[in-house]
């Protein structure tokens, strides 16, 4: 047999030409976005928008590609948990900072000072050059929304080319990341600009009540109904049947994961861009407890807030007690929580810090997935060498060699079926499946010790 | 009460120690390890090298888990064994009284005696502290060489690549794992190493260490008489029972480990010994007298669990089965597969074109009777496996429902459809697929996965 011929010297694990060059030209590109941001004079015109778009798309493109395919297809965290960015060194907190810093700003005092200006007709310098896109999928000018959604989404589809890099040895993550990456651009960024186009009600098809609590609040409903548009009827029906039928059919058949890890945006950016840091999740017993109290009690906050906005709506019963009750939820679960806390924290907590404690969507799928489903993760009869990849790499914080280790298949609420734990067992432990209900979290191999004796032993 | 006291926190010793416990919620236990304050994973040694999880992931257990279950922990090296006065006497001079002890002292890394095999720079790869050893070797490493073309030998390449560290791999061996795995499996695995860039030595051995002036390694020299320059040697030719102490100060009864007989009594009363450094005077039948692997730790814990606390058991390992990583390929087995046939045996094997991906089914040549399979690159299901071979089920039957077997995740490649064609055209006896992949299909395999408790 004729052998290939390979070199004996192995590849560099610093940074090499080609991953500079990606990382200079990424770097021009942030930096014009923020010189708009910033209202710099010499950052308007659509040269910026151009320049920064291919500056952060063929640079963040070309740096991921060549950090990924310089390794052979397999899982390669080489020094993830050294490195200063992805272990919460300097690098972590100041991407942390600067993050939560710009989301806090965005959110919150960048819209005010748009309005502050309006009266002079005044429009951010990065609405403005976002104009030429905004025209051609929506026929208007950009507003800062939808230079949100934008950037939102060029992060999932870059994020999401890395991810496909780095996984490309898995089918299931391919599939999987080609998911997200077509649900974030197609339902989240493309149909709700076409509908505006179109003169037809705002329309994201991949979010509905619990999570995009709003679809559910009388007065988006009735503004929606009465606005005469022709697609009004089928965005309520959309938001209706995807709540209460939708989702429990589907997670009964697939798991939550149909949704947390295929079709949600911010599963999307978790796995796509918080990829390199899910491996700071907290997977100690305390976390586990703080996050079930966390995560049911805003999902009571959510149904108790949706309640109250429809008695004050209908019968005035409350005397429009709601609206602090709404106005409170809106602040700190919709904005801050979900949005600062939930990507700002990626670097110091992990990627799925909002998913895991606080999206009362996840809350409902969640007691779906644990109660009636027929999806686990099923442990490989005694193969398991208790090495730790799986609870290191779980975003959810899952301590999943719990499970392995004793030969348990696994069935936690909070499991978003990313498949990463079946990925990095490098003994083929762990298979996500759906299977018959009846057994689930059965003891797929026992040493001696019977299923009470196992009870008996304290997490 | 005097408590039961286990020496060694490795996977033996743990085991031993949660399954004591679950059988009896008041006897106090005490785990001893001069290792490390706590169980970690010997298995992950290398993810903590290569920047994969840190020293802390590789605790399965967190740190109230020993309180709550009542298991106590103390961090001291043992040097003799009294058991005249049923008690131990640590490194200092303390001396601990038991009602039962359990020796869990693992392995230690074979040297055989090379010239210069004890100079700075040579390491074996085994414990906590050869890893911290590691670590300060790497700093500033240009080239290494290991020696011993095992699981360990390998483990350690990979992790030095992952530093820019060229390494000589020094195999004795004609065939990779040679003596485990044949012939067609192993040039796959030599292919692999190659393209991972390392300078791979089939058949070449290490023959003397050499210093340079700062008293460090500065070369070795093979036994073909070939000098390399490195500054790391790697020495990876196998384990041995970690037993130099227990030789000198116990009366033990030792040959190349601790023996036992099949309830793992050594030959002192109330003296027990399980794990890698467990010798059995009488092995069950098809496995060997020392298994130095995960698997067989933790059964055996297991067993000597029971035994201890009044329910009798037999060793019975029930059927062989391993599992490793050679860089990227995954590597399962299920019954026994030698390098080659056994007498009576035949084997069959399939591997995907340009892939690697490979099956080795050996089955006997009278009743078609599978006895073993190899898999490597795709995920097979144990418990399948285990069914299959303990009803010595035809190979023809096996390849018709190969896919209820299959453990790959969802949406991989299948080659069931090719394996059965291979077979198809070298076999007069014709097998048609009869079973897909996925739980539900598994279940119509007729196994049951699932134990009722
Ligand atoms: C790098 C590496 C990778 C491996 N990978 C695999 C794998 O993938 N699959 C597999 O099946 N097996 C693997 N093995 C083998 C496996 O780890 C061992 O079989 C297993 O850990 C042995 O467990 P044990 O409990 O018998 O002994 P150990 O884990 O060695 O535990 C013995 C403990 O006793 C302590 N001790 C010894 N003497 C004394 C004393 N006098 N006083 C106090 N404490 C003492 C030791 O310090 C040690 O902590 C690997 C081994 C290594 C080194
Ligand atoms: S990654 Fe696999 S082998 Fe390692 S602890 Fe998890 S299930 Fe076990
Ligand atoms: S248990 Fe596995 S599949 Fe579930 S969230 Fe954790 S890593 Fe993802």
């Known amino acids: 047999m004729l052998r290939e011929s390979h070199s004996i010297v192995p590849p560099d694990p610093k940074l090499d030409t080609i991953q500079r060059i990606g990382l200079s030209v990424l770097g021009i590109g942030l930096v014009l976005f923020l010189l708009a941001l910033f209202e710099q004079e010499i950052a308007t015109g659509s040269w910026v928008f151009y320049t920064m778009l291919f500056g952060i798309v063929a640079g963040g493109i070309t740096y991921s590609l060549r950090t990924h395919l310089k390794r052979p297809p397999g899982i390669h965290n080489n020094n993830l948990v050294k490195n200063t960015f992805t272990a919460v060194g300097a690098g972590g907190w100041l991407l942390g900072i600067i993050i939560t810093g710009f989301y806090t700003a965005y959110y919150f005092f960048y819209q005010e000072s748009a309005l502050t200006k309006a009266g002079t007709e005044y429009r951010p310098s990065i609405t403005q050059i976002f104009d030429p896109l905004s025209q051609l999928l929506r026929n208007s000018n950009a507003d800062i929304w939808f230079v949100y959604g934008a950037c939102y989404t060029i992060a999932v589809l870059i994020m999401g080319i890395k991810a496909l890099a780095k996984y490309r040895h898995s089918k299931y993550q391919i599939v999987r990341t080609c998911s997200i990456m077509f649900c974030q651009f197609g339902f989240a960024f493309i149909v709700p600009s076409i509908m505006e186009r179109l003169n037809q009600p705002y329309f994201l098809p991949n979010y509905f009540w619990p999570l995009e609590y709003k679809a559910l609040m009388p007065d988006k409903v009735e503004t929606l109904l009465s606005s005469g548009k022709s697609m009004a009827g089928f965005v309520f029906g959309w938001g209706i049947i995807m709540t209460l039928v939708a989702t429990p059919l589907l997670t009964y058949y697939f798991g939550k994961r149909w949704y947390c890890s295929w079709v949600c945006g911010c599963g999307g950016l978790a796995n796509t861009a918080g990829d390199s840091f899910r491996q700071l999740s907290n997977k100690s017993r305390t976390a586990w407890k703080i996050e079930r109290i966390m995560i049911y009690s805003i999902l009571i906050f959510v149904i108790i807030m949706t309640a109250m906005v429809w008695m004050d709506a209908w019968w005035g019963t409350l005397g429009g007690a709601s609206l602090p009750v709404r106005k409170v939820y809106g602040f700190l679960i919709g904005a801050t929580f979900s949005g600062v806390i939930g990507v700002g924290f990626y670097p110091l907590l992990g990627s799925r810090v909002w998913c895991r404690f606080g999206c009362p969507m996840a809350a409902v799928l969640g007691m779906i997935q644990k109660f009636k489903s027929r999806f686990r993760i099923t442990t490989n009869g005694a193969q398991c060498i208790s090495c730790g990849n799986c609870s290191t790499y779980c975003e959810m914080g899952i301590d999943v060699r719990w499970y392995a280790q004793r030969g348990q298949d696994i069935k936690r609420a909070s499991c978003v079926g990313c498949g990463i734990c079946s990925a990095v067992c490098p003994r083929g432990v762990l298979s996500l499946e759906n299977g018959p209900t009846e057994q689930r979290e059965e003891y797929t191999m026992d040493l001696l010790g019977s299923a009470k004796a196992r009870k008996l032993e304290k997490k | ?453």
């Not at chain 2, 209820?404 to 459809?417: I, K, L, V």
């Not at chain 2, 076999?427 to 539900?440: A, I, M, P």
Request: with cysteine; hydrophobic share 40%; glycine share 10%.
């Open chain 2, 1 to 453: 009460m005097q408590p039961i006291i286990i020496i060694g926190n490795g996977i033996a010793g743990v085991t031993a120690a949660r399954e004591v416990r679950k059988l009896d919620s008041q006897v106090p236990i005490l785990i001893i390890s001069g290792e490390t304050d706590y169980h970690f994973s010997r298995t992950a040694l290398m993810y903590i090298f290569m920047g994969h999880m840190k020293f802390k992931h590789t605790q399965p257990y967190e740190d109230h888990f020993w309180k709550e279950n009542k298991l106590d922990l103390k961090r001291a090296w043992v040097e003799k064994i009294d058991h005249h006065s049923n008690s131990i006497i640590l490194q200092g001079g303390e001396k601990l009284g038991y009602s039962h002890l359990i020796l869990a002292v693992g392995s230690t890394p074979n040297k055989f005696g090379w010239p210069g095999q004890d100079l700075p720079g040579v390491q074996g790869l085994y414990s906590k502290q050869d890893l911290d050893e590691l670590e300060k070797n790497a700093v500033g490493a240009k080239h290494a060489v290991i020696a011993g073309g095992g699981l360990i030998g390998i483990e350690m390449a990979e992790m030095l690549i992952t530093r820019g560290i060229g390494v000589s791999f020094l195999v004795r061996e004609k065939n990779f794992w040679g003596s485990v795995i044949p012939e067609e499996e192993a040039m796959m695995i030599e292919d692999h190493i190659h393209e991972h860039h390392v300078d791979l030595r089939m058949g070449d051995e290490l023959d003397s260490i050499h210093a340079g002036d700062d008293g460090k390694v500065s070369h070795i020299v093979t036994k073909a008489g070939e000098k390399i320059e490195c500054s790391i040697v790697g020495l990876t030719a196998g384990v041995r029972p970690n037993i130099d102490w227990i030789k000198e100060g116990s009366e033990v009864e030792t040959d190349r480990g601790i023996l036992v007989d099949n309830h793992f009594r050594t030959n002192l009363p109330n003296v027990w010994s399980i794990g890698d450094c467990a010798q059995l005077r009488t092995p069950p039948k098809g496995r060997r007298p020392i298994e130095a692997v995960w698997y067989v730790g933790k059964l055996q814990g297991a067993f000597v669990a029971a035994n201890i606390c009044g329910d009798p058991q037999d060793y019975n390992p029930g059927i062989w089965w391993n599992s490793a990583k050679f860089f990227d390929i995954e590597y399962q087995t299920y019954g026994t597969v030698m390098p080659d046939p056994q007498d009576g045996e035949k084997t069959f094997f399939w591997k995907a074109p340009d892939k690697h991906i490979t099956i080795r089914i050996n089955y006997r040549e009278n009743d078609l009777a599978v006895t073993g399979v190899n898999v490597f690159g795709i995920r097979h299901r144990h418990q399948v496996w285990e069914k299959w071979l303990s009803d010595e089920a035809k190979i023809t039957d096996v390849l018709s429902q190969l896919a209820g077997a299959n453990f790959d995740p969802e949406f991989f490649n299948q080659y069931e459809d090719e394996i059965i064609a291979h077979w198809n055209h070298d076999n007069s006896e014709q097998v048609t697929k009869t079973v897909g992949k996925g739980l539900f299909s598994t279940l119509l395999t007729k196994i049951n996965l699932f134990k009722a408790n």
